[in-house]
């Protein structure tokens, strides 16, 4: 059976990829790529099915690696058409797995490119736009984002909105954060390209900025919207924002960003907000990253990814292995659900202790999943790439 689809990644490295800068409209310009459009698109030499094996060649190449989604058309017979789970990769070919086509070569003028998240850009305006997730299973919920800035955009989630300018139910309300949460592009406003990381699915992405210049990913911040795994049926508001409460663009630290978890929202800074708290009733809620659910009443074991403080060395001395936990959406001391896809590493590891995006086979706990490591300033975070993260 082919592999699931619908979880993708995206990098500032990958071929055609969009550019991310201390200029206006440039993260929209990246989440446009991922979340709405693709990217990458070029047109195949050949494509050949050999034992239910697709093999796509271009000599001019092409922007996929091992567990990226390709979305071909334009070919003949149709069922090679859609998204496809890259598995192998040459510079100038590459293969995904097939059901009931018949082995030969598809005709047709056949197109490829990177699958996008499958969200929709709902509204938009001059270095502005607001994003919401194409499920119909998810809460509905949209972000908006304003990039007219250069060094960071400003963003708020909105429960509903009429036009790019008109919206109910913000998360975080003015209140909580006057403008909505930063979300640092560069430290530098002006066209110096700066590296990005973005994965996810049809309901959640994060996105991981390197914004500076500091070699050892000091100066690296990781984001996050979309609904999380939630332990209330039917959870109408369920989505989340992180973001950073004050302009740090100038900062060499990742503090209170996503890699950071705490059972305390002051400690947290106020980086995270909920749509509403797991009863539905009032208006936006200031939650917590946890790493426990003990830790729901009891600021303890917070720390970054990485670096949490236990001790712990790498790898683990009774068994050699590497652990990895999920983080819990704390709400008002409760755990209201489980953010997908993302691992907290507890033990003490330095930023370069993985090269970026290596990918981390095996991990206990997690058969059959493979994880990408992505660095930042206190150690790495892990991230799922095999999907699904819902079930």
């Not at 060649?57 to 390709?70: D, K, L, Q, S």
């Not at 919920?141 to 300018?165: K, P």
Request: contains cysteine; hydrophobic residues 35%.
């Amino acid at each position: 059976m082919p592999a699931d689809t619908s979880v993708k990644y995206f990098h500032s490295a990958m071929p055609g990829a969009p550019t991310l800068s201390g200029q206006a409209g440039t993260l929209i310009a990246v989440l446009d790529a991922c979340l709405v459009n693709g990217f990458g698109s070029g047109t195949l030499d050949t494509l050949v099915v050999a034992s239910n094996v697709a093999t796509a060649t271009r000599a001019a190449g092409h922007p996929f690696e091992i567990g990226t989604v390709v979305e071909i058309a334009g070919a003949t017979p149709a069922g090679l058409n859609g998204k496809h789970k890259v598995t192998a990769v040459t510079t100038t070919t590459y293969q995904f797995e097939t059901s009931s086509v018949s082995d030969g070569a598809a005709t047709g003028t056949i197109t490829h490119k990177l699958a996008a998240l499958g969200w929709v850009k709902q509204f938009s305006g001059t270095n502005l736009a607001a994003y919401k997730s194409s499920d119909v299973e998810s809460t509905g919920c949209l972000l908006r984002m304003d990039d007219t800035g250069t060094r960071t955009a400003r963003c708020v989630g909105y429960e509903t909105m009429a036009d790019i300018n008109t919206g109910t139910g913000p998360f975080p309300t003015s209140a909580q954060q006057s403008g909505g949460y930063y979300w640092v592009k560069s430290e530098t406003a002006n066209a110096t390209t700066r590296p990005w990381f973005i994965v996810g699915d049809e309901r959640l992405f994060y996105m991981w900025t390197h914004y500076g210049d500091i070699i050892n990913f000091g100066d690296t911040y990781i984001t996050q919207f979309g609904d999380f795994n939630s332990q209330v049926p039917g959870d109408a508001y369920g989505c989340s924002l992180n973001g950073q409460s004050t302009d740090r663009s100038g900062f060499t630290s990742d503090a209170n960003c996503f890699t950071y978890a705490s059972g305390s929202t002051t400690s947290n800074n106020g980086s995270l907000a909920l749509a509403r708290r797991f009863n539905g009733l009032g208006s936006a809620w200031l939650g917590a990253r946890l790493l426990t659910p003990a830790q729901a009443n009891q600021n303890a074991l917070s720390g970054h990814s990485g670096s949490a403080g236990s001790g712990l060395g790498y790898p683990n001395a009774a068994d050699n292995a590497l652990y990895v936990g999920p983080y819990y959406v704390g709400d008002g001391g409760c755990v209201r659900g489980i953010w997908p896809g993302a691992y907290f590493v507890p033990h003490s590891i330095s930023s370069t202790q993985f090269t970026q995006r290596e990918r981390i086979e095996s991990v206990g706990g997690l058969s059959g999943r493979t994880l990408l490591a992505i660095s930042c300033e206190n150690g790495p975070m892990m991230f799922d790439i095999t999907g699904p993260w819902r079930t």
